[in-house]
């Protein structure tokens, strides 16, 4: 079983950034796949930003240029850079990874308003 705690969410004004971490129970390593979901009110659960099981980073095109995540295995930690924030980007963020099987946190607010 593996915990994910997430932390770092909040509410911004547009064009704000905030920083989500995301700290697992056990071991993660390059070959694990990692990363940020997010779901808005009224829609579906979509992927953000993932470190593939190959260790690519990959984005949702709607952050690109805007978020960046990054990991520290020796902390057991992801990290999501949210830059430029949008009123669109205000979801439920979601940590994920996939040891032997997936895992969720149980999600951190960020909301995006002026």
């Known amino acids: 079983q593996v915990q994910l705690v997430e932390s770092g969410g909040g509410l911004v004004q547009p064009g704000g950034s905030l920083r989500l971490s995301c700290a697992a129970s056990k071991s993660i390593f390059s070959r694990n796949a990692i990363g940020w979901y997010r779901q808005a009110p009224g829609k579906q659960r979509e992927l953000v930003a993932l470190?593939?099981?190959?260790?690519?980073?990959i984005y949702v095109a709607s952050v690109k240029g805007r978020f960046t995540i990054s990991r520290d295995n020796a902390k057991n930690t992801v990290y999501l850079q949210m830059n430029s924030l949008k009123p669109e980007d205000t979801a439920v963020y979601y940590c994920y990874v996939r040891i032997g099987e997936d895992y969720w946190g149980q999600g951190t607010q960020v909301t995006v308003s002026s």
């Open positions: 470190f593939t099981t190959g260790g690519s980073a």
